[in-house]
């Protein structure tokens, strides 16, 4: 055949082997993988030249936020994403991933009952600018309307294709009781929709928060003290034990703890059908990051602020390394949520009324604000940890960072590589094996490394990313490798260090329900009984 696209002396690698071989690309798809192909098949072809680096699946990162703004923010906390679906896609390609899963908000306002309205809104943002990345949306439900739920969620997964919710435990205007929390995953289990939980205490974080305040500690670094690891270990558990009850497979969200892997570690040896993702900031910042700037008070470190936050130590690393190669984490995703650092809408100043950022604004004394000072912060709802718009950017450095973390230090394999971060995904949120895989078929997305013998390491500099954050975490580490081409549907995306696509190019693609087994609990002896007469 003649061939839109080949690639020759790829080292291929997917979530089970590894082989030298070349890949032929017609239509947007992969075609076949051979030794090698003949002056024939490869005459009037464009060919990429490997050079023996390593070829994977496209990235899949399944925890975007683009486009979330002041009404709907991420959390409920204020600030807005600077990303829409242009600059978020943009630094999606420029890293590597090919297909981006964002968030669709639903709200408690009356006129966000609808769940179809909100993906219709979020799906005309989307449509607005074009993405250079496929992709899709997770719908977050944060009420538990019995007639939404049941008219509505079969419409969302047979018509628009999405097939998963995220649930909150925390955020005041997100979090569900116990009781709401069943109700939905009962719906969902129901209509075969992956139910994904933010699993931290809201009540533990409101009450430590209070009282950090009423000591004055507001400085971004007392929001990692206001969520200990025990937050997110107590909601770990609950949320595995109301899953159960219901027998209701579910995937936590950014596990950040070495508490929670080990609450999801032990409930899948019990054969409990739970899941978890992991994200690059639990793996290279600790706390002591929310005290890097200047001095432990100053507004900039509000950059650093996510939740859960980073662990405390790196010893924590260590520990989640453990999860990352041993199966614990089965997905590993950006949370890409970006807030500029100089904007009013951003960090540190959230929802600030006013045209200016607080940026740059006292206190960087290194004291604790009292009195006066304290309460300006508190009333004018800026610079307190409270008020800072949760979340760090990463979508463009998630694959770089696992690579150099991960992949050049041996702590895991190629092949696992692959599975957390495009082929898990994939099978996770039903795009299987039209994403995360590289046999023929599957859509033709690649990432193609550079080869390592000729790679010069180099210390990343935020002028370096395509996202419109004005910083990022990662500021001067030392990166091993990056990715050299992205290839979306057999389109070169990114090529050298330059975009190469067109902002158009990106698809909207439609999932199916997980394939990640078990689907059902049946392993599990006494949550069968229960869910026997339950789902009859
Ligand atoms: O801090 C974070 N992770 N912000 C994004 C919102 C969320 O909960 O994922
Ligand atoms: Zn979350
Ligand atoms: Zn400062
Ligand atoms: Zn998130």
Redesign the pocket.
Known sequence: PNFDLVVINATVVTASDISKCCIGVKDGKIHSLVNSFTDDELAGTEIIDAEGAYVMPGGVDAHV?LCQDLKTG??GLGGECSDNFETGSRSAVAGGTTTIITFATQTRAEEDRSLLKVAERYNARAEETGSYADYGFHIIIVRNDADILENELPVLINDWGISSCKLFLTYETQRLTDSQMLDVMFAARKNSITTMI?AENGDMIEWLTEKLESKGMVAPYYHALSRPPIVEGEATNRAIALAQLIQNPILF??VGSVLGAANVRRAQTMGLPVYAETCPQYFHLTWDDLKRFHSPTCFENSKMI??PPPPPTAADHEELFVGLSNGTFTIYSS?H?PFRYDHPHGKPSGVLEHEESMAGEKPCSGNEPHGEELQDLLQRKGGAFRFIP??IPGVETRLPLLYTGALASGRITPQRFVELTSTNPAKLYGLYPKKGALMPGSDADFVIWHPEKTFSPFNLTNSMLHHNVDYTPYEGMRFENWPRYTILRGKVMWANGKIIGKVRDGEYVKRGPSQLGPVSPSAHRDTRRVANWLYE
């Open positions: 936020h991420p959390h933010h969200v950014h996510c939740s949370d949520c949760n979340g």
